[in-house]
């Protein structure tokens, strides 16, 4: 049959997904404000991302990517290959 959807705030997954986003952010030198500022958003978009309160669908995830200017592909890859290693994905 498959695998369920569930929801996935709060899950391994999301954590994962927002700690790279925060990290590559970081890395960058960028403010949560500088980030929300080129999205078009209010510093609290971007917050709400980074502490799980709200989920990243793939078109803002690509979007995000481009404004920290990050790889979306590989970061995405390197993040599967970290987690199953790990056995969170």
């Keep these: 049959m498959g695998m369920l959807l569930q ?7 999301q954590e994962s997904l927002v700690a790279l986003l925060k990290n590559k952010r ?3 030198g960028l403010t949560q404000t500088d980030v929300a500022n080129a999205l078009g ?3 609290s978009f971007v917050a709400r991302i980074e502490s799980g309160q709200r989920r990243v ?3 803002e995830y690509l979007t995000i990517a481009e404004v920290i200017g990050f790889d ?3 970061a995405l ?3 599967i290959a970290e987690a199953e290693d790990k ?3």
């Design 57 to 59: 669908d793939v078109v």
């Design 41 to 43: 958003e209010h510093q």
């Design 7 to 13: 929801k996935t705030l709060g899950t391994k997954r």
């Design 87 to 89: 056995k969170i994905l």
């Design 77 to 79: 890859k390197q993040l």
């Design 26 to 28: 970081e890395s960058a």
């Design 72 to 74: 979306a592909a590989e």
